[in-house]
């Protein structure tokens, strides 16, 4: 179960991208200097990322389906 739960986080990490989690545990993820998630929402407030458990962060759709996205163009190398 707990490779489940790394699986996008270690995603995420190899393709350069960082954690940025909202305060009920929602998580997303970013490009570095950006100031929007992968899903176009904005990052205001704080960055919980370290305050909760994998286990109790609920993953944003749209931000996975970008993830997934990005690395399967990065394994195809375009």
Known sequence: MTQI???V??????????EWTKKLGQQHFHVPN???T????PML???????YGQQDKTPCPECEEELAYRASCKELDI
């Open 9 to 18: 986080p270690r995603v995420a990490k190899d393709l350069g991208l960082y």
């Open 5 to 7: 739960l790394n699986y």
């Open 34 to 36: 950006t100031p929007t």
């Open 45 to 51: 407030g704080n960055n919980y990322a370290t305050a």
């Open 38 to 41: 992968l899903c176009g929402k």
